[in-house]
């Protein structure tokens, strides 16, 4: 695996997981009632359209979790582009554990392929600036570390990954804080000058203020492009300039071209649909058809 993938801490719990959600407490009655124990199968997990790939070792281990006889041979790896109808990787073994920890593999993988996508389309409209396409906090519970490393697998980054990793002052932080000048100024103590700051800003007056009160990092938050364009001179390079809010594919390129730093999408792990995978068996009399619910 490659790009720095997810430990198998982080992702065989979340595996684990939809199993258990998926099999309850009677297993797969399905594929127990008609599919003899020694049944041995074969199949191809295919892109039935274009993408980028990412998760797929994560989501293709599911088969070793129900039965580590089950082989899995890759064709692509994490990041790569690959067009409709590729074959991702090959699997064989035991046909009840291919058979049961289908929907599960390809639901993870389709998920994940779907953000690294929409992600490359996204980094791929900002070609030629200066703009860094990051992701937010906006993920699935749970999924979290899957979710940023596909955006990551897309050619993104991942901002912050939690609370705990960095600073970053909001709107209600400031109404409690009373002003950006007195929020900037007590965070800093409270962590120290190792520490970037950020803080979100919604005007002009507040960016002056932010500047002023030593943060490292402005979120401008749901800015015209004008403002932007404006927010970019006055700041001269004296902080990091990272615009957030309503900001979609069809409106990313011209946020870049204002000459911010960074472009932060929540859309990217909320909203990006996912990718078209299947598994096709191969037809014989020891390969079941597979099941597609």
């Known amino acids: 695996m490659t790009l720095d993938a997810p430990s198998e801490t982080v992702w065989r719990g979340v595996l684990e997981r939809a199993l258990v959600e998926d099999l309850g407490d009677a297993g797969d009655i399905t594929t127990d009632a008609i599919v003899p124990r020694d049944a041995r199968a074969a199949g191809r997990i295919v892109a039935r359209e274009s993408g980028v790939v990412a998760g797929l070792v ?88 899957l979710e940023k490393y596909a955006v990551r697998c897309g050619g993104g980054t991942t901002h912050r990954f939690g609370l705990f990793d960095a600073v970053l002052i909001k709107d209600n932080h400031l109404v409690v804080a009373g ?4 929020a900037v100024r007590t965070a800093r103590a409270a962590v120290g000058h190792s520490t970037a700051i950020e803080v979100e800003v919604n005007d002009i007056d507040q960016l002056d203020e932010a ?24 700041t001269a390079g004296r902080a990091v300039l990272e615009a957030s809010g309503g900001i979609t594919p069809r409106t990313v390129a011209a946020v870049a071209a204002t000459g911010v730093d960074v472009i932060s999408l929540g859309w990217l792990t909320h909203s990006a649909p996912a990718l078209d995978v299947a598994l096709d068996f191969e037809e014989g009399p020891a390969a079941p058809a597979a099941v597609g619910y």
């Open 58 to 145: 994560i989501a293709t281990a599911t088969f070793g979790l129900l039965d580590e006889r089950v082989a899995v041979d890759y064709a692509v790896s994490d990041g790569d582009r690959v067009a409709a109808q590729t074959t991702l990787a090959t699997v064989s073994g035991p046909a009840r554990a291919i058979l049961t920890g289908e929907r599960v593999a390809l639901n993870l993988l389709g998920r994940m392929c779907g953000i690294a996508t929409r992600t490359r389309g996204v980094v791929d409209e900002v070609a030629g600036t200066s703009a860094v396409i990051a992701a937010t906090r906006k993920t699935t519970p749970g999924l979290r570390a």
């Open 211 to 234: 500047l002023a009160a030593g943060a490292d990092v402005i979120l401008l938050d749901n800015m015209d492009l004008a403002t932007m364009r404006l927010a970019v001179e006055r």
């Open 179 to 182: 002003s950006v000048t007195a």
